[in-house]
């Protein structure tokens, strides 16, 4: 069922030899190569092999050419797959163009040594030590002298051999080993592997292009059937951390061993964790020949999405309905036209063969082959079924031929860069038989070549090639048969933005493989407790904030400006709001100050028609004129109060209005001392007859009034308010409102007013029971517990309020304080004016008085 590991192993060995014998092990062929009469020598090794050399005891060889023989070995299984004999066929194709060719190597040619080690450690350093002696039986720490100095080696080994027989090659101090099918990413260490290269990308390049297909197309929620190997293992262990660092993550992880098909408990183990997991991809991290294994027992049966590192096997099955089943990376098939022209035409006796590998040259005949390796035949040495004969193109070919053609470079590059290089092609040849084999790690590691379809190879300072993948779509014909589609790339090592590529089609949705849906923009994701990151739920992002993306962490704050929309997809800027001339409260505000301004406007007129009366001269009219006056300032200053805030109507709207409630408070004690000198003066003897001038209640209006001028100047001057703009007050508004500028000024102000008024209160308060029949001080006692009740409900009220209505309550404050005393204090006496003309006689009050 499962046939055994690829290893292939190539020498390269600068040798002399004098003379020639062919070994007769169990096959022996040789062949004419053209005029230059090149000999091919097959030599048996542990299975089969084959060995070219030139042979310097031919004299008509040696006289038409003076060049070294170099000797490249390969190590192979003994399973021949036509897939790996391909492999074969391509490396001897590789080595004959070398030699064929008149700028590579010219006067030089290439030989070559094969060994089947099988997946046994033992007989890869048995084949290894006979290579390094030079010797069929080989000797360990001897080397034949008539060998020499062996270069370089070329070999297909797994992962696992591949650096086994890098730590065994090192003990004998033998230099380059070139692979091409290891991807082992810790090989691309050059202080543990300081010689080794590659023509196959490392396997970390494979793991990140992955994880650049998940991200792509979304799929965050993976499981992973990986092969139970070292290597396997650290990759898949640098895979799982690349996707959960890219936000996804597994939701298993299930491993097999090689010996697979000997328990079948773990296979139906594997395929009930398949149909029970949730996720719609998974990674089958293994190499080919597990694919071809565990696609037969698993994927058949199952409809995932797969994603595989080789392409093989995936059996006949559909997701909803698409024939898309499995994504592949790979190296892309190159198609080879002097390759397929050597399989065309090379004639088969030439290799070792046996029952199978013969009906594989047969198949070769059959017309369903392509015709670029269709081979003539008769009809009764065509073959019955065609199986392998469309793999000539499979990477590992391409992988050989770019292996050989980077040692035959930098061995070209060595020669020719050699001193005197002009005479070793004429025949000094012991000083390049002789060259230390670790001088050509330096060609080597500065490669740069076109490999014979002018793609260009070098090796990057790991010695890992520098190419990428080919992402193929594996695609269910109508017929049922399989057919391959690159569907895109991954290059490392091309520019940002081309490194990765899809060539997606628009009949084709890909599945989503996700632990929970996408959270939409406006929402956030949020972890479930003892859950992967992957499964979350989706909450509604809080006011302030948004997400304008799928599947956000977080919800990003809006700036101070800015509001989030209902969505919270976006921001919007915040609404300014203030208290405007043009809505409705402020337009009740502005009649309500207009009315009153109007009634005191009235009042201050009848006062003045009245002027020479008994009631408007009982209580100093010219306090009066100055009351009325600044109730009118008051009722005027509210409506600097509306309106859009700037720093003019900033700097007015408090000052205004303290000063000229100073000025009212000031009158009204005025007022109020006047009533109290008034009385005790009336005494017989008293001697506050001469405080009884209006000018003394002008002097306490304006040295009160003049106090509060002084503590305004020095806030304006200090810390003026200003205009400011509150975006943190009130969600989604930006507040348009004066900032006090030094609030402990402010405060100032405002007490001295409640000092005013508190004095105010206590002397009318004192002097409400003294007799007059106009007795201002109970009215005016009456009107300053009315002032002060509203000043007192205002202070909490202020501070609990924000943006326009803040101001509307101090707007009321200003008026209902002021229509209080207006009421209170001059209502009385208007009610005597126009409707009790008769109390309003210096007669009147006499009779009271004497009462």
Not at 370 to 383: A, D, L, T, Y
Not at 435 to 445: A, E, N, S
Not at 831 to 848: A, G, Q, V, W
Request: glycine fraction near 6%; hydrophobic fraction near 40%; charge should be neutral.
């Amino acid at each position: 069922m499962m046939k055994d590991s690829e290893i292939t192993m190539m020498m390269v060995r600068v040798q002399q030899n004098k003379g020639f014998s062919l070994h007769k092990d169990t096959a022996q062929q040789s062949s004419t190569r053209g005029q230059n009469s090149k000999y091919l020598h097959y030599h048996h090794v542990l299975g089969f092999g084959a060995q070219v050399c030139w042979d310097e005891g031919d004299p008509d060889a040696a006289e038409d050419h003076h060049a070294e023989r170099n000797v490249l070995g390969l190590i192979e299984t003994v399973s021949l797959s036509p897939l790996k004999y391909f492999n074969f066929l391509a490396f001897v194709s590789a080595v004959e163009e070398i030699n064929n060719s008149s700028e590579l190597l010219p006067n030089l040619t290439l030989g070559f040594h094969f060994c089947e080690p099988y997946t046994d450690l033992l007989l890869m350093y048995r084949a290894a030590i006979n290579i390094f002696s030079g010797m069929d039986t080989g000797v360990p720490n001897y080397s034949c002298k008539s060998s020499g100095p062996l270069a370089a080696v070329i070999e297909g080994l797994p992962s696992v051999r591949s650096s086994e027989f890098y730590s065994f090659s090192s003990i004998y101090h033998y230099p380059q080993q070139i692979s091409f099918t290891s991807g082992n990413p810790f090989m691309s260490d050059t202080v543990k592997f300081p010689n080794f290269y590659r023509t196959v990308p490392n396997e970390l390049h494979l793991c990140d292009g992955i994880i650049r297909l998940l991200k792509h197309f979304g799929w965050t929620w993976v499981g992973i059937i990986a092969l139970d190997d070292d290597n396997t293992m650290r990759a898949v262990q640098f895979l799982r951390e690349g996707i959960e660092k890219s936000g996804g993550c597994i939701e298993f992880t299930e491993t097999f061993n090689h010996a697979l098909n000997s328990h079948p408990q773990h296979i139906i183990n594997i395929e009930k964790i398949i149909k029970s997991c949730s996720t719609k991809v998974i990674i089958l991290y293994c190499h080919r020949d597990f694919i071809e294994y565990i696609t037969q027992i698993i994927i058949s049966k199952i409809g995932k999405v797969w994603i595989t590192i080789a392409e093989w096997g995936l059996m006949e099955a559909s997701y909803e309905g698409e024939k898309i089943k499995g994504l592949t990376f790979t190296v892309g098939k190159k198609n080879i036209p002097s390759f397929h022209r050597f399989v065309r035409e090379v004639n088969p006796a030439m290799f070792p063969s046996d029952d199978y590998i013969e009906e594989w040259w047969k198949d070769l005949c059959n017309d369903k082959c392509p015709e670029s390796i269709q081979r003539s035949c008769s009809e009764n040495k065509k073959g019955r079924i065609v199986l392998y004969c469309d793999v000539i193109n499979d990477e590992k070919s391409y992988n050989t031929f770019n292996a050989v053609y980077a040692l035959a470079h930098a061995l070209h590059d060595m020669i020719t860069s050699s001193p005197g290089n002009t005479t070793l092609w004429n025949g000094e040849r012991e000083r390049f038989l002789d060259f230390v084999p670790w001088k050509l790690h330096r060609y080597l590691k500065n490669l740069h070549f076109k490999n014979i379809l002018g793609e260009e190879i070098s090796f990057d300072e790991n010695g890992d090639i520098t190419i990428g993948y080919d992402i193929v779509n594996m695609i269910v014909l109508p017929s049922g048969a399989w057919s391959s589609e690159i569907v895109g790339s991954y290059n490392p090592f091309a520019p940002p933005g081309k490194d990765f590529t899809i060539n997606e089609k628009g009949d084709r949705t890909p599945p989503q493989s996700r632990c929970s849906p996408s959270c939409l923009p406006g929402s956030r994701k949020l972890t479930k407790e003892g859950k992967p990151i992957c499964c979350y739920d989706c909450i509604r992002c809080p006011e302030g904030e948004f997400s304008n993306q799928t599947d956000m962490d977080t919800c990003t704050t809006c700036p101070e400006d800015q509001w989030s929309n209902p969505n919270r997809d976006a921001c919007i800027p915040k609404m300014i709001t203030f208290l405007s001339y043009e809505e409705l409260l402020g337009i009740v505000l502005i009649l309500i100050s207009i009315v009153f301004f109007l009634i005191t406007a009235v009042i201050l007129g009848i006062f003045i028609y009245y002027r020479d009366t008994p009631i408007v001269r009982a209580n100093n009219r010219n306090l009066s004129y100055i009351l009325l006056i600044s109730f009118m300032l008051s009722f005027l200053c509210t409506l600097v109060f509306i309106g859009r805030p700037k720093k003019v109507t900033c700097l007015l709207r408090q000052t205004v209005f303290v000063i000229t409630f100073s000025i009212s408070l000031s009158s009204v004690l005025a007022k109020t001392i006047t009533v109290v000198t008034a009385f005790h003066a009336t005494k017989p003897g008293s001697k506050l007859h001469k405080w009884m001038s209006s000018r003394v209640s002008v002097m306490i209006v304006l040295c009160c009034s003049l106090i509060q001028t002084v503590l305004c100047l020095a806030w304006l001057f200090t810390a003026p308010p200003f205009p400011y703009l509150n975006m943190k007050s009130e969600i989604g508004l930006i507040l348009i409102e004066c900032n006090e500028g030094s609030i402990v000024a402010f405060y100032c102000v405002l007490g001295y007013l409640g000092f005013l008024a508190g004095v105010s209160f206590i002397v009318a308060f004192l002097a409400r029971n003294l007799p007059d029949s106009f007795n201002e001080a109970k009215y005016i006692t009456f009107s300053m517990l009315v002032f002060c009740s509203v000043w007192v409900s205002f202070i909490p009220t202020y501070l609990s309020t924000k943006g326009k209505y803040m101001v509307a309550v101090e707007i009321f404050a200003i008026l209902a304080s002021s229509a209080g005393l207006l009421g209170c204090i001059f209502m009385p006496k208007c009610y005597i004016i126009l409707l009790k003309p008769d109390r309003n006689s210096r007669k009147y009050l006499t009779k009271n008085l004497n009462e």
